[in-house]
Nanobody
Framework: VQLQACGGGLVQAGGSLRLSCAVS????????MGWFRQAPGKEREFVAA????????YYADSVKGRFTISRDNAKNAVYLRMNSLKPEDTAVYYC?????????????????WGHGTQVTVSS
């Protein structure tokens, strides 16, 4: 399984971006998906996750109400819509996939990771 994230960029505070993650393979619907981020000098942190069918979503408190995770199993893709961006959202964002998960926010639960995409929010 290969994951490729894109859609990052430079945006002013209050702006929006949509990240996309394309997943190779024909069994995309068997993977739960997550987004994580890592800012310079900080540990990687959970952002959002979505279940296999898309029926359940999970968010970090810091992004709840501003970010929306979604998936399109027909297109083998997962998305992260980010609104009302803040400078503290600046980080490299990674998508990740897992067949089985108990603790959605724990990075070690995810088996596959894509290369990150940089999001920079200016004040």
């Amino acid at each position: 399984v290969q994951l490729q994230a894109c859609g990052g960029g430079l945006v002013q505070a209050g702006g929006s971006l949509r990240l996309s993650c394309a997943v190779s393979g024909r069994t995309f619907s068997s993977y739960a998906m997550g987004w994580f981020r890592q800012a310079p000098g900080k540990e990687r942190e959970f952002v959002a996750a979505i279940s296999w069918s898309g029926g359940s979503t999970y968010y970090a408190d810091s992004v709840k109400g501003r970010f929306t995770i979604s998936r399109d199993n027909a297109k083998n893709a997962v998305y992260l819509r980010m609104n009302s961006l803040k400078p503290e959202d600046t980080a490299v964002y990674y998508c990740a996939a897992t067949r089985a998960v108990v603790a959605w926010s724990q990075g070690h639960e995810y088996d596959f990771w894509g290369h990150g995409t940089q999001v920079t929010v200016s004040s």
